[in-house]
């Protein structure tokens, strides 16, 4: 399904710090709920220039519920930091993310992550 290749593109995207590339796919005024903190797309955006993910695995791709022009999915993605410091950005989580469909073009516009507890 092309919105995962959206969300895989995203999650490089944050991989590599690259805030530009990020908000091809990010709406600024998206609402990004990640640890417990509430951001728009475009402050995300900033917190991932210091992002610090080494890998990352998307697992059981779900579709929760589609319709013209709305995709909304949930997935469990596994991360690993790169650094000892950055290690509570490693982990498994729960991730749901809904797209939009706006001129022809699909950007993120919710976002949320739970942590797995082990």
């Known amino acids: 399904m092309f919105i995962r290749e959206l969300e895989e593109k995203m999650w490089r995207a944050a991989q590599a710090r690259d805030k ?6 990010v709406d600024e005024k998206a609402v990004m709920v990640c640890g417990g903190f509430r951001c ?35 997935y469990v993605i596994t991360t ?14 729960h991730i749901t993310s809904t797209w939009l469909e706006r001129n022809g073009r699909w950007k993120l516009v919710f976002n949320m992550d739970s942590r797995i507890s082990a």
């Open 20 to 25: 530009t590339a990020f908000l091809e796919l």
């Open 40 to 74: 728009s797309g475009a402050d995300y955006a900033e917190i991932i220039r210091k992002f610090d993910c080494a890998s990352f695995e998307i697992e059981g791709f779900e579709t929760v519920c589609e319709a013209p022009g709305m995709v909304q999915v949930h």
């Open 80 to 93: 690993a930091a790169g650094k000892p410091e950055n290690a509570d950005l490693s982990g498994k989580f």
